[in-house]
Structure formats: C-alpha cells, structure tokens
C-alpha cells in the first residue's frame, strides 16, 4: 500500500503528463502537424464542436481517429492558426477543462481574429478519448465575415 505522500507524487506526475499533452495537443494544431496530433488521441476519439453549422461548418461530433484527421485538414484549408494562448486549465485525474483564445486567420477572406474557446477533454491511458470544443459564435462569425 502507497503512503499518502507516494500516491500525491503519482497524482501529480499524472497531471504534469496530462497538462504537457494538452498543450503540445494546441501547439501541433497550430503548426499544421496533423500527424503528430494524432499521437495523442485515442483510436475511437470522440470530437465535438457545439455550435450554429451555418456560422461555423464544422459544428457537428465526429467519431475516430481517421475522420479527426480529415476534420483537422477541412479545418485548416479554411483557416490559418497562429496559436492559442491558454488563460485557465483546470485538470481533475483524467478530465481537463480549458479556456483558451485562438487568433486565426480565414484564408477566404483574409480576416484575422481572436477567437474565445472551452475545451473539455478526457484522457484515458494518456490518451484523448473525448474532446469537446466551444467556440465564440460572435468571433466565428467576424472571422467569416459576417
């Protein structure tokens, strides 16, 4: 049996893994590596962006790997990424809640704007088996050029 303070450095190894995984997770969909994103989520990842489909097409839930991909290469011929900047990350075991502002740019249009996001994600064996993304419709829309 583990001492209290044994099961607290695991506790927080766990999380120190989690908060790094969550943000190289930002930071590869910033660069555009799809790939090295895929490393991090789990075969049957279920994705969900919440949101009004006609101001933001890729308002739907998608399950699995493959389709996360092909989701990520739509997303990016829209749009350019040039970061996020992570205000809050609250991380309770496996469970990460996040807000964070993404300034992006519509290859379309050529506008450029912050975008205001929650995420939610769940690890399981380190992986990312869900993760849920709520985006600012009024940024959105700006970004659209509406």
């Known amino acids: 049996m583990s001492s209290p303070a044994a099961h607290n450095t695991i506790a927080g190894l766990d999380r120190e893994m989690i908060e790094h995984r969550v943000r190289t997770i930002f930071e590869r969909r910033a660069e555009g590596d799809r790939q090295g994103l895929m490393d991090y989520l789990d075969e049957n990842v279920v994705y969900r962006v919440q949101g009004n489909w006609t101001l ?19 997303i990016e011929i829209m749009y350019e990424n040039f970061g996020s900047t992570i ?15 993404s ?23 380190g992986l990312v088996i869900e993760f849920a993304e ?11 050029g509406y």
Do not use: W
């Open 56 to 74: 933001y097409p890729f308002s739907q839930t998608i399950h699995g790997k493959e389709n996360f991909a092909k989701l990520m290469a739509a």
């Open 87 to 101: 205000h809050e990350m609250l991380i309770d075991g496996e469970k990460v809640a996040l807000h964070r502002t």
């Open 103 to 125: 300034r992006m740019r519509n290859r379309g249009t050529g506008a450029v704007h912050e975008v205001d996001l929650c995420d939610f994600l769940t690890f399981s064996d």
């Open 134 to 144: 709520y985006p600012d419709s009024v940024a959105i829309a700006k970004l659209n």
